[in-house]
């Protein structure tokens, strides 16, 4: 009797954490995940124009279209425009889109398809000398780097990746880079900060290499702006994750979204971890903290004066900007590694977010089950002990 409890309590014990195994193995793995078609094309329309480059990524989904367009002419700037048919083309007048002071250039067709449109201007990189080591932007800033005025590489494409290069005068020998990513489904890449992305959001690399700094103590800032019609991304949400499986002694993750309908699916996001990395191959020690601060309105003129992307898709853009700093006291100053990195998504609808790893689950399966598995036996075998106990005083008197 003993013997066969103990059996079926074993068996059970096995079934629990197969289940266990199989519950996350469908939670990860299994279940369709949405996926997009995506297509690439380098300046629709018309020819390499002088100066930059248009990069237009068309991602179909079952019944809408995300565009991404991304463009080095003025300021590096990501365009997203989402679309409630699979129809939805990009029709660029180049006269117009070339033309700094006219806009209309560019435009998503048939206009009423339009749901929503964000974009991202990289405006300026600030570096400042932080003489005692306090990682506050102080009255040592620097004359600002304005990337509207770089002298920007082609686009070096390939698949679904895109990259730019630019240059400042001062560089010498360095470049700040870009490399947008479009992705069909979901996923995350292999090197940190490993962002979760799917297939309705785009990745943004920055990364700052090899630039001379104007001091030995230098520190940089980026400063973004999001342009925008209705949702204007006009909030930082600063949210806790107790799972830094992905991206390793980060606890957190930043999204800047609009204050209205930040919780819905209408509208976009811009979202990053903290963190920026001191060399391209980073170990764990080579990762700095970074911080933004609060969103600020800005002029939209000044936005669409300095994106060529901005003056020929919006009239009359909503415009939020913050900065990002890297580093904090006591870390490291950019000229010990001459090397930073950062990365964002960008996207519609809701922003995705970390959930543990199958892998995570299983040990929590493992190491919270054991544990109960072990109280069911202890009191199964004390049920069994006290049954045979009392059996035997129940026969006693017959004997
Ligand atoms: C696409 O639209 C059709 C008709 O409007 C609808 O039945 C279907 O559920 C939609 N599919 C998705 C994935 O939204
Ligand atoms: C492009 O814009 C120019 C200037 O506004 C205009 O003259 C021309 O007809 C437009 N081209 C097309 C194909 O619409
Ligand atoms: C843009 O406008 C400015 C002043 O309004 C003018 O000086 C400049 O020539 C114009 N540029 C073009 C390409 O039309
Ligand atoms: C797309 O949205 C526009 C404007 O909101 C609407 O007029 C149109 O019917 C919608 N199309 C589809 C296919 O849902
Ligand atoms: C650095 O510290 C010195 C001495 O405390 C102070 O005089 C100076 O203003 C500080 N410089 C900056 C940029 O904060
Ligand atoms: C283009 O990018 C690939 C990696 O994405 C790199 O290997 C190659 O050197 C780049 N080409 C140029 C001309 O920068
Ligand atoms: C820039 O590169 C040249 C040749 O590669 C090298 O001689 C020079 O020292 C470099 N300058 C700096 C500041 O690293
Ligand atoms: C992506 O967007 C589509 C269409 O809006 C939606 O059906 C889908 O659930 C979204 N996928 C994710 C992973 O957010
Ligand atoms: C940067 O660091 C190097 C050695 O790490 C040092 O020789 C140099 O003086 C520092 N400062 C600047 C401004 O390059
Ligand atoms: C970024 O920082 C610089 C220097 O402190 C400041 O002038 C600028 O206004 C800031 N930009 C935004 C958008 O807050
Ligand atoms: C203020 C505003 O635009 N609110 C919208 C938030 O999103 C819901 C649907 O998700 C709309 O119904 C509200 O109008």
Redesign the pocket.
């Known amino acids: 009797m003993a013997t066969m409890k103990k059996r079926s309590c074993r068996v059970s014990s096995l079934i629990f954490l197969f289940s266990a195994f199989s519950l996350s193995e469908s939670l990860f793995s299994g279940g369709e995940t949405f996926k997009r078609k995506v297509t690439v094309e380098l300046n629709p329309g018309g020819e390499a124009p002088p100066g930059g480059d248009l990069l237009h990524a068309r991602a179909v989904g079952d019944n809408d279209t995300l565009h991404f367009l991304f463009c080095s002419l003025g300021a590096p700037t990501l365009l997203l425009v989402h679309t409630n048919t699979t129809s939805s083309t990009v029709k660029v007048n180049w006269t117009q889109f ?5 806009s209309g250039g560019l435009k998503v067709e048939p206009e009423s398809s339009v749901l929503y449109s964000n974009s991202v201007v990289f405006s300026r990189l600030l570096e400042y000398n932080d003489v005692n080591d306090t990682a506050e932007v102080t009255s040592d800033l620097f004359p600002p780097y304005e990337l509207q005025d770089f002298t920007w590489s082609r686009l070096n494409l390939s698949d679904f990746t895109a990259r730019l290069c630019g240059v400042a005068e001062t560089f010498t020998n360095g470049s700040l880079c870009l490399q947008l990513s479009v992705f069909e489904s979901e996923g995350r890449d292999q090197p940190w900060p490993s962002l979760l992305h799917t297939a309705n959001s785009s990745q943004l690399g920055v990364w700052l290499d090899g630039v001379l700094p104007r001091a030995t103590r230098s520190r940089f800032l980026l400063e973004l702006r999001a342009v925008g019609g209705a949702y204007p991304l006009n909030t930082v949400e600063v949210h806790r994750s107790i799972d830094d499986e992905y991206t390793p002694s980060i606890f957190q993750v930043s999204r800047w979204v609009s204050a209205v309908n930040s919780s819905s699916d209408v509208g976009g996001f811009v979202q990053w971890k903290p963190v920026a990395y001191r060399r391209s191959a980073p170990a764990l020690e080579d990762a700095t903290p970074c911080r933004h601060s609060e969103p600020q309105q800005r002029s939209g003129e000044a936005a669409a004066s300095s994106s060529r992307l901005i003056r020929a898709f919006y009239t009359q853009p909503e415009t939020f900007g913050l900065n990002v700093s890297f580093g904090l006291a006591g870390e490291p100053f950019y000229n010990s590694t001459r090397f930073l990195s950062w990365t964002v998504l960008v996207g519609v609808g809701s922003p995705p977010i970390d959930s543990f790893s199958p892998l995570v689950l299983a040990i929590m399966a493992v190491g919270l089950g054991t544990p109960m598995i072990l109280l069911l036996l202890g009191g199964v075998c004390v049920c069994v002990r006290k049954r045979a106990a009392a059996s035997s005083t129940v026969y006693e008197p017959i004997n």
Do not use: A, D, T
């Open positions: 070339l033309n700094p002071n006219i």
